[in-house]
């Protein structure tokens, strides 16, 4: 019986000893919530800014991919694609127009598919083009021509 009543007591104190320190005070969730609290305001503004970096250089690897493929169907059919029939004579045979004798079977992208610029917006395709065989311009953040900074025009004659 008395070991029964020290085993108890025993169990008893180990676990009021322990039970004190199963969680977390609120100071310390507090200082742990200040702290991500001011790595957040040292980091956040550092990643907005790099949002519209990435965007101007995805345009500018979209137009440098659209460039390759034109050079391919070029080489494939001895002439540009017009304004009319668009990028979309990379990835579809085109029906209009001057017809290509030796259109590559799957297109001359890889994807398929035309995707918009950064920003959503299509891009501009044009030729005879007025800076060489053919223009490529993304008209930036805001869509229209002109414009500085990120609003500015990406254009293949500027890469």
Same mark, same amino acid.
């Given at each position: 019986?008395?070991?029964? @009543?020290? %085993?108890?007591? =025993?169990? =008893? /104190? =180990?676990?009021? @000893?322990? %039970? !004190? !320190? &199963?969680g977390f005070t609120l100071i310390e969730i507090m200082v742990v919530l200040f702290i991500l609290a001011i790595l957040a305001a040292i980091v956040a503004p550092r990643l907005i800014g790099r949002t519209d970096d990435a965007r101007v250089v995805k345009a500018k690897v979209q137009i440098k991919n659209f460039e390759t493929a034109l050079k391919l169907f070029k080489m494939d059919n001895g002439f540009y694609p017009s304004t009319e029939q668009g990028l /979309? &004579? @990379?990835i579809e045979k085109p029906t209009t127009g001057k017809i290509p004798e030796n259109y590559k079977t799957g297109g001359y992208l890889e994807k398929k598919k035309i995707t918009p610029d950064s920003w959503g917006h299509s891009y501009v395709y044009i030729s005879p083009g007025t800076q060489g065989d053919y223009d490529i311009i993304s008209y930036g953040a805001d869509g229209v021509p002109g414009g500085k900074g990120y609003d500015a025009d990406i254009t293949n004659w500027d890469l």
């Open positions: 019986m008395q070991k029964k @009543l020290n %085993s108890k007591i =025993f169990n =008893f /104190e =180990f676990y009021t @000893l322990h %039970s !004190r !320190r &199963a /979309e &004579a @990379l």
